[in-house]
């Protein structure tokens, strides 16, 4: 057994549990669209174990297959970590300021450049951040919306329409 890839396997598969423990907390009247607010925590924790436990046999039965080793991928790639933990630590403070959808338009786009620079191709340019943010905004607004008008679940918004 891959002891590094068991650590990975088991660290998905805990990490499903845990959500399947958090998503026992949360009330599971139906919304406006026939679920309740537990739904898709649910769907995301069994998915979370389901992929750990394959994993785990994936590890268990001669390791991944299909692996290449990246230059560098001993010691990681701090730059793109970094701009990654921005984004989530810059929604974790925002969504309650801009909302919803800007705070995660923001988190998108500062992903997308922590993982455009772990690829060596990170574009720090006015088009490609514009580019950036209208996908950000493409995926978080119809996000919102499911959540607030189909699952009947409050997040916070720009303003107190609804829809922003």
């Not at 909302?99 to 772990?118: D, H, K, N, Q, Y």
Request: net charge neutral; proline share 3%; charged share 10%.
């Amino acid at each position: 057994m891959h002891a590094r890839q068991a650590l990975v396997g088991a660290g998905v598969l805990g990490l499903g549990l845990l959500l399947g423990a958090g998503a026992l907390q949360i009330p599971s009247e139906a919304g406006y669209g026939g679920v309740g607010a537990n739904f898709l925590p649910w769907v995301v924790a069994g998915m979370l174990v389901l992929c750990g436990a394959l994993l785990l046999r994936e590890a268990a039965s001669g390791g991944f297959r299909q692996l290449e080793e990246a230059p560098g991928a001993e010691r990681g790639h701090w730059s793109g970590f970094v701009w990654v933990s921005a984004g989530l630590l810059a929604n974790a403070a925002l969504i309650t300021t801009l909302g919803f959808i800007l705070s995660c338009t923001l988190c998108f786009v500062l992903a997308v450049r922590g993982f455009r620079s772990a690829e060596g191709r990170l574009d720090l340019s006015l088009r490609a951040l514009l580019a950036d943010a209208a996908i950000g905004l493409a995926i978080s607004a119809p996000v919102y919306w499911m959540f607030t008008k189909f699952l009947a679940i409050n997040l916070p918004g720009l303003t107190s329409t609804g829809w922003l």
